[in-house]
């Protein structure tokens, strides 16, 4: 840029505005009403002019673009009178034009606001120490963790997403175990009770039991078998045999590892992994989890799970979301289902304790009707069936290896019969109006309600 000065640089007589000859200043209205006209000018002279009014226009621009949003008002740590009172500060700001000087003291006003600490920050910070330091981890988990509360002292638009991760690490049970006695007679009576037949499977679970109550190691247990032949009803019985909760986690249809191993927090919306979502669900380190339908996932995921079925690497375990921290997943036990082995690679199938779970036959069937399904399901004060009409019903299934379709047969009967009950004249009744309980199931019925 360039100004038309007086030839003498001594010369302190006041001037009329100057001329400017650059388009850029001349589209500068503040440089033109009030640094180049206003009365004040007069104390400065030519030359201070022509080296001052770059860096005026400079520096009144870098204040322009840093006034604050609202975004930024509603994401400050800072209490909520105080969000009141800048929210309030930005409306009249918006109000006023830049050459306002009361514009340039709200300006102030909200950075010192917004980049103070109020009292209910200090308090925060102080009880976020306390839940730090009272955690069952080790000094460098504990010391990540004061790493990210120190980052949400800094100014930013991702001071509540910083906040929200340092919850969701300090949910994590890290050192946390649970004690358990294991009881191979408890064991024993529990799985009889839930579970009829599959005397190899439980031989082979109690085994397991047994040597795990001498020894840390725990085998991965995958379990294979035709979908309805209670594969996820085993993996339960078999936690509650060990007195430790469980985790499901269904990673069949999953495209990649981001269920496994969590979003990156550059991504907004993201999260933790099953797996960290898990042992916050837990709260327990040496917790049971449950992959279910291993053989319809993708091939990203079995590199992941190898690295998870490995005890000696295991303990390495990072969560994209938590990164500042390792999981050491080395205590908890791990149960994998599948309906056959065909795509599993050989590297992961290596690492498996295989038991094999068959289809049920129709005698079969007919004793897990009557000694468990029917107790569970079936109101006996209300409905009768007969062993003739049960086997009727289970010729219905044919086609399902296991009881699952069953299942849902006599639920969906028990459930007609409570409408039944509530209201019999009903026109969606379809039983006679003048019914009796407990009412006696005929096949023809059976028909009428599942058609």
């Not at 800094?154 to 997403?161: I, N, P, R, V």
């Not at 992941?304 to 500042?324: G, V, W």
Request: aromatic share 8%; hydrophobic share 35%.
């Amino acid at each position: 840029m360039s100004f038309i000065v007086s030839d003498d640089e001594n010369d302190e007589e006041y001037n009329p505005p100057l001329k400017i000859e650059n388009e850029d200043i001349e589209d500068d209205e503040y440089l033109n009403n009030e640094f180049l006209e206003n009365g004040w000018k007069k104390n400065l002279t030519q030359k201070d002019i022509k080296i001052i009014g770059p860096k005026l226009r400079e520096l009144i621009s870098e204040m322009k673009q840093d006034v604050p949003t609202l975004k930024n008002i509603v994401n400050a740590q800072i209490s909520h009178e105080d969000k009141k009172e800048c929210l309030y500060h930005l409306y009249v700001m918006n109000d006023l034009d830049t050459q306002d000087e009361r514009w340039w003291e709200i300006h102030q006003l909200l950075h010192k606001k917004l980049k103070s600490k109020s009292t209910l920050e200090i308090n925060n910070v102080e009880s976020y120490e306390k839940r730090i330091m009272n955690l069952n981890a080790s000094n460098d988990v504990k010391s990540a963790l004061f790493t990210v509360l120190r980052s949400i002292g800094e100014t930013g638009d991702d001071a509540h997403s910083r906040r929200k991760k340092l919850e969701g690490l300090l949910q994590l049970p890290y050192d946390t175990v649970k004690n358990v006695t294991v009881s191979i007679e408890k064991a024993s009576k529990m799985l009889d009770d839930e579970l009829y037949g599959m005397h190899n499977v439980k031989r082979i679970f109690l085994e397991i039991l047994a040597s795990s109550s001498t020894s840390t190691s725990f085998p991965v247990i995958g379990l294979v078998g035709p979908p309805g032949t209670g594969k996820t009803h085993i993996s339960t019985i078999f936690a509650k045999c060990m007195g430790l909760e469980m985790y499901s986690v269904l990673i069949g249809g999953a495209k990649d590892t981001s269920i496994i191993h969590g979003g990156d927090n550059m991504w907004v919306g993201s999260s933790c992994g099953q797996i960290a979502r898990g042992l916050q669900s837990m709260k327990i380190s040496n917790g049971v989890f449950f992959f279910d339908e291993l053989d319809k996932t993708c091939n990203d995921i079995y590199n992941s799970l190898l690295h998870i079925f490995d005890f000696t690497s295991n303990k390495y375990f990072r969560d994209q979301h938590y990164s500042e921290i390792e999981l050491d997943l080395s205590r908890c036990k791990f149960i994998v289902s599948m309906n056959s082995l065909e795509n599993i690679p050989k590297p992961l199938l290596n690492r498996l304790c295989i038991i094999h779970i068959n289809g049920y036959s129709q005698e079969e069937k007919l004793e897990i009707a009557q000694n468990y399904l029917i107790p569970r399901i079936i109101n006996e004060n209300h409905l009768s069936i007969s062993p003739q009409v049960l086997q009727s019903i289970i010729k219905l299934c044919d086609g399902d290896d296991g009881v699952r379709i069953l299942k849902n047969i006599l639920q969906r009967i028990q459930m007609h019969i409570n409408l039944c009950v509530l209201s019999s004249k009903n026109q969606y009744a379809l039983l006679p109006k003048s019914i009796k309980f407990p009412y006696k199931l005929t096949f023809k019925d059976v028909e009428m309600i599942i058609k």
